[in-house]
């Protein structure tokens, strides 16, 4: 099968892109600096920014094709309502939303699976309100393509992860990040194979009922509410 990944691929995004290629899928990653991340034989490195998705050709890329579509590439400036410019709120919603839409709808009579990244600040307050508002948008852009293209035989389903045991971690204080493990189940953070492995399931294991869903990969930490 052909799988396209969007987005920034470090970390999960590697480890998604090494578990796709274990099982001996064909791998496209198309991001701004998609061709620094992985180099092997079955991936396929395609360097453009999403930005302008307007102009990308799906066909002359010979990605028009594909099986299976990880949404992942997102946007977050982290700044406060008031300290947003016109371009940060263009930009932000046109990553995070208007091109997963048009991702899955010029690839919908080829899908059989999408997966988007998804996550919790949909349902929290979050400092960047449009992130939060984007990633409320992907829960029902979801639900409704699932709706939409189940009929098809196309299964759409997101994941959102919490906190992934990896670099960006450095950011967030360390009495924090205690207090976050404390609240875990097992009393540590996800590692990237764990959510790696469960975007691989959703999108090439999970039976056709599993359909529309959003799963919290979290470990039961409550966050801010």
């Known amino acids: 099968m052909k799988v396209l990944i969007t987005g920034w691929n470090q970390w999960i995004w590697l480890s998604c892109t090494q578990k796709f290629v274990q099982h001996w899928h064909e791998v496209v990653v198309l991001a701004r600096q998609a061709h620094q991340w992985m180099i ?50 263009d930009n932000i919603m046109k990553l995070n939303v208007e091109v997963p839409v048009y991702l899955i709808s010029q690839l919908a009579y080829t899908l059989q699976s999408v997966v988007s990244i998804w996550s919790i ?78 975007i691989y399931r959703l999108a090439c294991e999970a039976p056709d009922y599993i359909n529309g869903i959003c799963v919290d990969i979290k470990n039961w930490m409550h966050f801010r509410a």
């Open 40 to 89: 092997h034989e079955n991936v396929r490195n395609i360097d453009f920014d999403l930005l302008w998705y307007a102009d990308l050709d799906l066909k002359s890329l010979n990605i028009d094709d594909c099986d299976i579509l990880i949404n992942n590439a997102w946007m977050m400036h982290g700044v406060w309502y008031d300290a947003y410019t016109d371009d940060m709120r």
């Open 121 to 198: 600040a949909w349902h929290i307050w979050h400092k960047d309100i449009r992130y939060g508002i984007s990633k409320a948008a992907i829960h029902n852009l979801t639900k409704s393509f699932a709706k939409q293209l189940g009929p098809n035989w196309v299964k759409v389903n997101c994941v959102a992860p919490g906190p992934v045991n990896t670099d960006m971690l450095a950011t967030i204080p360390e009495s924090r990040k205690e207090w976050l493990k404390k609240a875990a189940i097992t009393n540590r953070f996800a590692e990237p194979k764990e959510v790696a492995d469960t």
